[in-house]
T-cell receptor, first 116, second 113 residues
Framework: AQTVTQSQPEMSVQEAETVTLSCTYD???????LFWYKQPPSRQMILVIR??????QNATENRFSVNFQKAAKSFSLKISDSQLGDTAMYFC?????????????FGKGTRLSVIA | NAGVTQTPKFRILKIGQSMTLQCTQD?????MYWYRQDPGMGLKLIYY???????DKGEVPNGYNVSRSTTEDFPLRLELAAPSQTSVYFC????????????FGSGTRLTVV
């Protein structure tokens, strides 16, 4: 079974600074997808960024980028120019790639606070 | 463009009572899921469905039941509620190619007292 580990329960960052959230995973699969989800105080789960394991290039979405290290099974999220609205829980998630349904497996989350 | 709609948003149940959490999506997604979120524990899969008439157990199915009579609806039934079922429940859906991430509902906060 796949497992996802987020080793930082809580983090804080000054507004406009850069912060990196860590995620490691354990799998024997070679093809899979990785995701970061954001959950603000509103409780809504919002997809931030996704990465296909077969792609070596790191995914980027505006101020959000990932550092995907397949051999190390590491998938960290970097938030640049942090904004107050980035304050949220962040969940790393894993999904096997196949033709059928494969549910997302989530880490326990990292609570990020952006300080003015 | 409603997406995934969950009702109710909040509910308090007494031990031993039953209830149904409703989930509806208007995106014609075949795949639907129920997760529960406990503090500090991330999201754990309760049940999922790959299409109308087909359901399967996830990681933590005990105490719950589901049905999928239509593509749009995927209700979660709690029978004989217990304090251990106090949690936030999320419904989610996705397209056939389950590699685009999920669309989540806004969640139901359930307290069993």
């Amino acid at each position: 079974a796949q497992t996802v580990t987020q080793s930082q329960p809580e983090m804080s960052v000054q507004e406009a600074e850069t912060v990196t959230l860590s995620c490691t995973y354990d799998t024997s699969e070679s093809n899979y997808y990785l995701f970061w989800y954001k959950q603000p105080p509103s409780r809504q789960m919002i997809l931030v960024i996704r990465q296909e394991a077969y792609k070596q290039q790191n995914a980027t979405e505006n101020r959000f980028s990932v550092n995907f290290q397949k051999a190390a099974k590491s998938f960290s999220l970097k938030i640049s120019d942090s904004q107050l609205g980035d304050t949220a829980m962040y969940f790393c998630a894993f999904m096997k790639q196949n033709s059928g349904n494969t549910p997302l497996v989530f880490g326990k989350g990292t609570r990020l606070s952006v300080i003015a | 463009n409603a997406g995934v709609t969950q009702t109710p948003k909040f509910r308090i149940l007494k031990i031993g009572q039953s209830m149904t959490l409703q989930c509806t999506q208007d995106m014609n997604h075949n795949y639907m899921y129920w997760y529960r979120q406990d503090p500090g524990m991330g999201l754990k899969l309760i049940y999922y469905s790959v299409g109308a008439g087909i359901t399967d157990k996830g990681e933590v199915p005990n105490g719950y039941n589901v049905s999928r009579s239509t593509t749009e609806d995927f209700p979660l039934r709690l029978e004989l509620a217990a304090p251990s079922q106090t949690s936030v429940y999320f419904c989610a859906s996705t397209r056939d190619r389950a590699n685009y991430g999920y669309t989540f509902g806004s969640g139901t906060r359930l307290t069993v007292v």
